[in-house]
């Protein structure tokens, strides 16, 4: 659009040169045809004739010509300092906000509970699958989103809820994607059967692992993030490094798709969610395994015909929790036999198909789940009392997840691609 606006210029710019020389020309002829009579009066009206076309070009609108690079250089110049490459969207990917700065290194108190929408996002296209704050403290303002739009997102969720960073590192629909525990890496599986490993800054897919079936779910190991596991539609959970593009290491089971993976006691163990869901294969709802040796180390776990869409984590205590499709959270303990606690149960809110995340807070005190009816539901961990109910979304909240560091603060998404931040 640049050279045809040069063009357009430097057409009107000949077209007026032509003009004032026609117009010289005519002042030219007449001045000396009127005084042919004599030298010196043909010499005189030359000279006011010349004088005449001073006045012409000193009065004229015209601009100087300046040649057609020198333009172009002086107008990269000048978006240069219209638009710096330091841009405050570039800098909130890299430094720390001005709303996180006062609770870093603040001892936490007690959790606080949200209670109002600080800001809207009409984040995606698609449903959103799952929410994420970035784990490193100075950088928790930015919040991952992933979504079924072929996209994810990184957003300042604690500021002003724009989006500072779009990543396009997959064909087809991006079912999980998570934080590495660097902060500057973004870990994603698609159902175009690959698995990326994103530079949250440039946007750069740094490799790409390709699996051969649609991926539903990725975690990367504790102890070496750059080793991580996915699994998909397939009956094979592969474990990958990232940082030769190599598969180390396979787990099968007699499955059709694995729903989650969640690494247990720094990277040695994880446990794998599966579809199956008949009364002869509790063996295989929940599965635990030995990430070194690949073997089985329990598969009596979970006895409910149940699936369960999401794993999770406590941050401090050695136990996990397993989102069911009968409407509750189970708890279990991270140490072999891995046994339900049947004392305990997190219910009240509904799942009915939907993947429906759940997750804790950081002191692991109050759990957190979304629901299908589009609410979120907070419980008591040591209790598993409900402790509050906000009705956040009016169609099916998938994720909610509380801030590290920011008492109170909440984002939740919905099936529909809106994100919320409640505090």
Not at 345 to 363: L, N, P
């Amino acid at each position: 659009m640049a050279s045809l606006v040069d063009y357009e210029d430097s057409d009107s710019e000949t077209d007026q040169d032509a003009q004032l020389y026609r117009d010289e020309g005519l002042i030219i002829s007449s001045s000396s045809s009127s005084l042919s009579s004599s030298s010196s009066r043909v010499s005189a009206a030359q000279c006011g004739s010349s004088g005449s076309v001073k006045r012409v070009l000193q009065g004229s609108a015209l601009r100087p010509y300046v040649p057609k690079r020198q333009r172009l250089e002086t107008a990269a110049v000048q978006t240069e300092e219209a638009s710096p490459s330091g841009s405050s969207g570039s800098l909130l990917l890299s430094q720390v906000s001005e709303r996180v700065r006062p609770f870093l290194g603040r001892r936490q108190g007690q959790v606080q509970l949200p209670r109002r929408m600080q800001s809207r996002i009409e984040a995606h296209q698609g449903p959103v699958n799952t929410l994420q704050w970035s784990p490193v403290d100075h950088l928790s303002h930015l919040l991952l989103s992933a979504s079924m739009d072929r996209t994810f997102k990184v957003w300042d969720g604690v500021g002003e809820g724009r989006c500072l960073q779009t990543y396009s590192a997959h064909r087809g629909s991006v079912r999980d994607a998570c934080w590495l525990s660097c902060g500057r890496r973004l870990l994603s599986g698609s159902f175009d059967g690959s698995a990326a490993v994103t530079d949250v800054e440039t946007g750069q897919t740094i490799s790409r692992m390709e699996n051969g079936f649609k991926v539903c779910c990725v975690a990367p190991r504790p102890s070496d993030p750059e080793v991580f596991l996915c699994g998909g539609f397939s009956p094979e959970v592969r474990a990958w490094d990232a940082r030769c593009c190599k598969m180390l290491r396979v787990y099968k089971a007699a499955v059709q798709q694995t729903l989650d993976v969640l690494f247990l006691s720094g990277g040695r163990e994880f446990i794998s969610s599966t579809d199956a869901v008949s009364r002869d294969s509790a063996d295989r709802t929940l599965i635990a395994w030995d990430f070194e040796t690949t073997a089985r180390l329990s598969n009596q776990i979970f006895h409910e015909r149940f699936t369960c869409p999401c794993l999770g984590c406590h941050p401090l205590e050695s136990s996990f929790v397993a989102q069911t499709n009968g409407g509750y959270i189970a708890l279990f303990s991270a140490q072999r036999p891995y046994r339900i606690n049947k004392r305990r149960r997190f219910e009240g809110h509904k799942v009915e198909g939907f993947a429906v995340h759940c997750g804790f807070s950081a002191d692991g005190s109050v759990l957190v789940s979304g629901s299908s009816t589009g609410s979120v539901h907070f419980y008591d961990f040591q209790s598993s009392r409900p402790l509050s109910t906000l009705h956040a979304h009016q169609h099916a909240c998938v994720c909610a997840a509380m801030h590290p560091i920011m008492p109170g603060l909440t984002a939740t998404c919905d099936w529909t691609g809106e994100i919320k931040i409640w505090s």
